[in-house]
T-cell receptor, first 112, second 114 residues
Framework: DAKTTQPTSMDCAEGRAANLPCNHSTISGNEYVYWYRQIHSQGPQYIIHGLKNNETNEMASLIITEDRKSSTLILPHATLRDTAVYYCIVRDFWASYDKVIFGPGTSLSVIP | KAGVTQTPRYLIKTRGQQVTLSCSPISGHRSVSWYQQTPGQGLQFLFEYFSETQRNKGNFPGRFSGRQFSNSRSEMNVSTLELGDSALYLC?????????????FGEGSWLTVV
């Protein structure tokens, strides 16, 4: 089962910041938070990941709360091409195997 | 740098046939995993390979098999196809196993079984 919960859907106006929340209240100290998105009919696209600190790259920013129980993915200036399903997952650094478990994700609609 | 490449992208097979899907990981990546994605079940883990060894297998019947070659390329095979095998099959790669290594997905192979 997925260890994260996300809103089912969100809307965002084009050009505005899209803030996508994720709850991972049972996260352990060894677990990373990863974000992916999937545009219909395509493979999931990696966006960003973090362990404790906030992270930023050319696509997005990731804000992780101090207690690490939740995080927010920020797309600073959403465009129509950002319309997709966004998945927040946790991955255990010490797991004996390596697999991703996606939950239902958040369907983000960017509105013109 | 080329991403994860999967072939074929689309294919249609008949019930009872078998199919082989191919995956070329990102150059330098030695860990490859496979997933099945359907609207009803979401993304489900099939298997994971590292250095030609299957490290873990998901809860799928024995009709689903895979392998990894010395150049890290991987194939998965589904025998005796059933209608329920219609899905998007995704391959993913990373440098090595472990949460510190980002997993990158290919565009997938769309399999339709008729």
């Amino acid at each position: 089962d997925a260890k994260t919960t996300q809103p089912t859907s969100m809307d965002c106006a084009e050009g505005r910041a899209a803030n996508l929340p994720c709850n991972h209240s049972t996260i352990s100290g060894n677990e990373y938070v990863y974000w992916y998105r999937q545009i219909h009919s395509q493979g999931p696209q990696y966006i960003i990941h973090g362990l404790k600190n906030n992270e930023t790259n050319e696509m997005a920013s990731l804000i992780i709360t101090e207690d690490r129980k939740s995080s927010t993915l920020i797309l600073p200036h959403a465009t129509l091409r950002d319309t997709a399903v966004y998945y927040c997952i946790v991955r255990d650094f010490w797991a004996s195997y390596d697999k991703v478990i996606f939950g239902p994700g958040t369907s983000l609609s960017v509105i013109p | 740098k080329a991403g994860v490449t999967q072939t074929p992208r689309y294919l249609i097979k008949t019930r009872g046939q078998q199919v082989t899907l191919s995956c070329s990981p990102i150059s330098g990546h030695r860990s490859v995993s496979w997933y099945q994605q359907t609207p009803g079940q979401g993304l489900q883990f099939l298997f994971e390979y590292f250095s030609e060894t299957q490290r873990n297998k998901g809860n799928f019947p024995g009709r689903f098999s895979g392998r990894q070659f010395s150049n890290s390329r991987s194939e998965m095979n589904v025998s005796t196809l059933e209608l329920g095998d219609s899905a998007l099959y995704l391959c993913a790669s990373s440098l090595e196993p472990g949460a510190g290594n980002t997993i990158y997905f290919g565009e997938g192979s769309w399999l339709t079984v008729v």
